[in-house]
Each structure stands twice: as C-alpha cells, then as structure tokens.
C-alpha cells in the first residue's frame, strides 16, 4: 500500500433493542342475569371464536367465576373488551369484560 491509498472500514450500525410490548389479558366476568345465548353470540361477533369455543370459554366462566378470553396487546385488549361491554348494555345486560396485565 502507498501513503496515498485510503482504507474504508465498513460502518458498524446498532439496531436498538425494542422490549416486546407486555400482554393483556382478557377476562369474562361471571353474572346471574345475562343469558348463556347472548354470551356465547359476543364471544363470536367481538372474539371471532366458533360457537364451541364460545360455550367453553361462557361455561369455564360460568363455572369458576371468571375466564381468560383472550390474551394480547393493552390497547387491543382494552378496546375488545369495551366493545363486548357496549354490546351487552345496548341489548340491556350487566356482562363485563375486565384486563389486566399478563405475569
């Protein structure tokens, strides 16, 4: 090599580590007044779960008092779960849909 020449060294780049964004859960709320019919008809209109899963996850809530419905990111889960919420008071029933944090 001459005293002329130039050496390139290739540009070293960092990509910054991004943590995964934490899980919501949601959760079924058991109550007494709103039918099993209705119940199973969000779990497939808001959840997109098949009618035999919709029985499942009403039945394990109705059993235990509460069921994880779904498992995702927070605006998701909270959005899901207000739209579950607002389908039940427009047709007159006290079903709740809860989330909080995934351990």
Known sequence: MSDNDVVLKPKT???PKLDRPKLYKIILVNDDYTPREFVIMVLKAVFRMSEETGYRV????HKLGTCVV???ARDIAETKAQEAVDLAKSAGFPLMF???PEE
């Open 70 to 72: 779904m498992v995702c």
């Open 58 to 61: 009403m039945m394990t809530a």
């Open 98 to 100: 809860t989330t909080e």
């Open 13 to 15: 780049t960092t990509k």
